[in-house]
């Protein structure tokens, strides 16, 4: 999003400053002729801006999206776009967000992983230890079934368990040896402190 934003800040002012030189400097010096002719210069000063503005526009959002496209392919640093964040785990799982960093469902950065995002979705805390990850979902829900509780995801085996009663979650947890639960953090605080690792 960094890159992306960069790219943005950059090249809008690039494009508005090109579309003026083009539209001011250029077509009057290189097409002279074009303008002598009463019809066509009256249309030319009509629609010459508009249009040199409609191809720089366009040619903006193409370079936007190559270097979106090469930066989504960085597992380990790419943050999302737009209206959507990710946050990677372990290759090839990952967190994603959309609209707010406030809670999170688990996705997959590759198709061949195979994990939908209905396997675990609506994370509000969680805690990441090696290859594993424990974490809280929103348990109140409109619908049956309701989203478990608790959740026990494995990055190495992509092996998923959860749980509608803490009582089985801190059960199984010891089995991991976790002696206690430990301190879920919400997604946002989780996000802020990875990134801020990557700076």
């Known amino acids: 999003m960094l890159i992306l934003g960069l790219v943005i800040v950059v090249l809008i002012p690039i494009c508005l400053i090109g579309g003026v030189l083009l539209s001011f400097l250029v077509v009057p010096l290189f097409c002279p002729r074009l303008r002598e002719s009463s019809v066509v210069g009256f249309f030319l000063k009509i629609l010459d801006v508009p249009i040199l503005a409609a191809f720089l526009f366009i040619l903006f959002w193409a370079v936007v999206l190559v270097v979106e496209r090469n930066a989504a392919k960085d597992y380990w640093n790419y943050q999302g776009a737009y209206d959507w964040y990710r ?4 290759y090839p799982y990952e967190l994603r967000m959309i609209d707010s960093i406030d809670n999170a469902y688990l996705a997959s950065f590759s198709a061949e992983a195979g994990v939908a995002s209905k396997d675990i979705s609506r994370i509000r805390r969680y805690y990441k ?3 594993l990850v424990l974490g809280q979902c929103d348990d109140s829900c409109r619908a049956e079934p309701c989203r478990p509780s608790w959740f026990i995801f494995a990055c190495n085996t992509g092996q998923v368990e959860t749980f509608s009663k803490k009582e089985e979650y801190l059960q ?4 991991y040896g976790f002696e206690k639960e430990p301190e879920l953090l919400t997604v946002k605080e989780n996000w802020g402190s990875f990134w801020a690792r990557k700076k």
Do not use: D, W
């Open 172 to 175: 199984r947890i010891e089995k």
């Open 87 to 90: 946050m990677p785990l372990e």
């Open 129 to 131: 230890e090696g290859f």
